[in-house]
């Protein structure tokens, strides 16, 4: 399968832990982003990288999510002291070029209890 | 910012009748506008984009979608509703001077036999 791969699948943990999660994006994809979804509604942006440099975050990102790519190919998404409201399912996409079409995981569903 | 509005959360119709599913766009620029699927279980998947050629854009299993500027619309349509495209649809805009792809909160399309 050469699609985008993220693990692990689902992730259960307690609050006040860390987590981390993986992705691997198609190999010749130069563009990755990782996106969050809760239940009923559409994904929302996180982070972006283009090669190995972390070119946007959004406003909305505390400081105990941070994100990784190193020498541009698979990314971690770490997540300090998580809490409740951290429950979701975090995506993974990449792209080839401006404008390309996202690829996209099948994603890493998080529970916090 | 940019946003995208999704008019109906559902939309139900009859298995070989029309689909309509409803998206207003908000952008002050000539907007990058596309139409994403979500099945149960499934990654996201590009069903169509535009980029300021054709205003009528065709895309994969029998979907089209229409940019029409004047109504700031991009709504998405299909003559004949199959079973498989129950479904949740999000409509997309690449929030320009970004790299962020801005989701709309979705429209779950059923389909009944």
């Known amino acids: 399968d050469t699609g985008v791969s993220q693990n692990p699948r689902h992730k259960i943990t307690k609050r006040g832990q860390n987590v981390t999660f993986r992705c691997d994006p198609i190999?010749?994809?130069?563009?990755l982003y990782w996106y969050r979804q809760t239940l009923g509604q559409g994904p929302e942006f996180l982070t972006y990288?283009?090669?190995?440099?972390?070119?946007?975050k959004s406003r909305l990102l505390s400081d105990r999510f941070s994100a990784e790519r190193p020498k541009g190919s698979f990314s971690t998404l770490e997540i300090q002291r998580t809490e409740q409201g951290d429950s979701a399912m975090y995506l993974c996409?990449?792209?080839?070029?401006?404008?390309?079409?996202?690829?996209f995981g099948s994603g890493t569903q998080l529970s916090v209890l | 910012a940019q946003s995208v509005t999704q008019l109906d959360s559902h939309v139900s119709v009859s298995e070989g009748t029309p689909v309509l599913l409803r998206c207003n766009y908000s952008?002050?620029?000539?907007?990058?506008l596309f139409w994403y699927v979500q099945h149960p279980n499934k990654g996201l998947q590009l069903l169509l984009k535009?980029?300021?050629?054709?205003?009528l854009v065709k895309g994969i299993n029998g979907f089209e979608a229409e940019f029409k500027k004047s109504e700031t619309s991009f709504h998405l349509t299909k003559p004949s509703a199959h079973m498989s495209d129950a479904a949740e649809y999000f409509c997309?805009?690449?929030?320009?001077?970004?790299?962020?792809?801005?989701f709309g909160t979705g429209t779950r399309l059923k389909v009944l036999a």
């Open positions: 190999s010749e994809h130069n563009r």
């Open positions: 996409a990449s792209s080839l070029g401006l404008l390309g079409r996202l690829f």
């Open positions: 997309v805009v690449k929030e320009s001077g970004t790299y962020k792809y801005i």
């Open positions: 535009y980029t300021s050629a054709a205003t």
């Open positions: 990288f283009q090669n190995e440099a972390q070119l946007e």
């Open positions: 952008s002050s620029y000539s907007p990058s």
